[in-house]
């Protein structure tokens, strides 16, 4: 395997059947966890930042040729996309000075918002998804993980402000 695509396919977990892209996403979680109690929220960030500029180059190198580079075997981008989603559980467990494992229902709102927002495609990340190019497959990822991670936001001021938790 050449290290584009072991890259491309996070370490294997694109290669997992069926749904790589929830074994992706699923495999995207303990090096969030571990991103998190390294540096905290900014590691997360830095780390998401990175791996979608690598994702972006990775996938073009191992889909060179290929008339669709949007392989189901190629998961950096759900990688990318999940820890965005986590954002919202990162920075508030810095802010509150909590374990990051405490905020457990964000963890499951964000795989469950980022699987939804990605399996489904509404709006801009279908519009994303459409562009059958390297950029478009890390864009995608990167929406829907936006989208999960206002999802994830809004039920925290939700069921914390509304229910005084």
């Given at each position: 395997m050449t290290p584009a695509r072991l890259l491309a396919t996070?370490?294997?977990?694109?290669?997992?059947r069926p749904g790589p892209g929830t074994w992706g996403s699923l495999?995207?979680?303990?090096?969030a966890y571990l991103l998190h109690l390294a540096?905290?929220?900014a590691a997360l960030a830095?780390?998401?930042v990175a791996v979608t500029g690598i994702g972006w180059w990775v996938t073009a190198v191992a889909t060179r040729g290929l008339d669709d580079p949007d392989l189901s075997?190629?998961?950096?981008?759900?990688?990318?996309?999940m820890w965005l989603a986590l954002w919202p559980v990162s920075l508030g467990a810095a802010m509150q000075g909590v374990d990051i494992l405490a905020l457990w229902p964000g963890w499951i709102t964000a795989f469950v918002a980022f699987r939804a927002f990605d399996i489904l495609k509404?709006?801009?990340?279908?519009?994303?998804?459409?562009?059958h190019t390297p950029f478009g497959v890390m864009l995608d990822d990167v929406i829907a993980g936006a989208l999960a991670g206002l999802v994830v936001a809004a039920a925290a001021v939700v069921f914390h402000a509304g229910l005084g938790l």
């Open positions: 996070f370490f294997g977990a694109g290669l997992l495999a995207a979680l303990p090096v540096g905290g929220f830095l780390a998401t075997e190629i998961v950096i981008d759900e990688v990318a996309g509404p709006g801009p990340v279908g519009w994303a998804d459409n562009m």
